[in-house]
């Protein structure tokens, strides 16, 4: 796992990089799209490029990491609605090309099994975005999560649904109770994990994900299994590393052919 400890801006531009670079080797690509604030400048460095030096993602497929049960359609925190205003729709990503589970099937053990097949007919996601949860929650994998779970239905701690409640004018009781959940064994199968987290509130979150002992307590543990896993915090998510000297030795000291 890499650690790289940075300013906001600078760890939106590494998140960047890695898609770009990665859409300009391979241009039909699967990008697994996370919500939440964490990956926003990413969605914007993203648009930029679009803009100004014409990255195309006409060719990509993108898998949304989860998605609320049972907000209608056209809600503006359904997370397909919001992944299309913050990325698709910025980056002439045709819509057609982006999947997520689907919140509102009838049969949502089916539409959850159906998902796990388009990510599979696609290849395999080759890079998912990631944020994380102030309990440690990766996608909406909650604590307790099944270290190797598929996409499927969780309920949503308090906790997340406080923290969440932002989106949903500060009323937490307007947030969902049930959403659909890329696994921990689905992000697992990624070829590359970009988790991202700035602030003081996911510090201890940080500190377990990177150097706790791996549990369903804290699931972003699993990480630590990937074999390319890259998590880029800012100075205060960092604050409760450990070994923060030794990631910023280690980034400072890194070849420049090995990219992220
Ligand atoms: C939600 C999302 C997660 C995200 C988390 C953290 O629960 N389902 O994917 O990582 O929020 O959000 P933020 O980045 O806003 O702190």
Known sequence: MEVIIAEGERLAELAADAVED????????AIGLATGSSPLAVYDELARRHQESGL???RARGFLLDEYVGLPADHPERYRNVIAAEVGDRVG?????????????????EACAAYERSIAEAGGIDLQLLGIGTDGHIGFNEPGSSLASRT?????TLQTRQD????FGDDVDAVPVHCLTQGLGTISAAGHLVLLATGRHKAEAVHQLVEGPVSALWPATIMQFHPHATVLVDEAAASRLQLAGYYRHAYAAKPDWQGL
């Open 22 to 29: 990665l859409l300009r080797r391979k241009p039909d690509a």
């Open 56 to 58: 195309s993602f006409e």
């Open 93 to 109: 990503w045709p819509e057609t090309q982006i999947s997520g589970p689907d919140g509102l099937a009838d049969d949502i053990a």
């Open 152 to 156: 499927r239905l969780k309920s949503l």
């Open 164 to 167: 969440n409640a932002r989106f």
